[in-house]
């Protein structure tokens, strides 16, 4: 099954990869900006995934494009939020490696 050339398992191969990098980086770093960088590529996975099935679906609905749509505003909120708290971590800190953070402590 292919649209405009590209087989469907392309897609997949190239999602799987994305969503491997992204959680080998937010598994394995201590920095928060990477780690935040690791969750974006996970989610940019998802969104190629639901892109490709909205495409290669014999119904040619536009579901798989709305919820890419709804991800990538996730995505732009969490993006938001994790710089927000890496600035004031940073801030109070000197340091936004994961390990010297210990602000939720009692």
């Known amino acids: 099954m292919t649209a405009s050339g590209v087989p469907l398992v392309d897609f997949l191969v ?6 491997c990098i992204g959680l080998f980086t ?3 770093r201590s920095n ?6 690791g969750i974006e ?8 995934n639901l ?12 579901r798989g494009q709305a ?4 991800v990538l505003a996730v995505a732009a909120a969490e993006a938001a939020v994790g710089l927000a708290m890496a600035i ?4 109070k800190r000197n340091t936004i490696a ?3 953070i210990d602000l939720m402590r009692g």
């Open 14 to 19: 190239l999602a799987a990869a994305l969503f």
């Open 26 to 28: 937010a598994l394995r």
């Open 32 to 37: 928060a900006i990477v780690i935040l960088m």
């Open 41 to 48: 590529l996970m989610l940019n996975a998802v969104n190629v």
């Open 51 to 62: 892109v490709a099935f909205s495409r290669f679906l014999p119904q040619n609905n536009d």
């Open 67 to 70: 919820f890419a749509t709804f």
């Open 88 to 91: 004031i971590v940073s801030r």
């Open 98 to 100: 994961i390990e010297k």
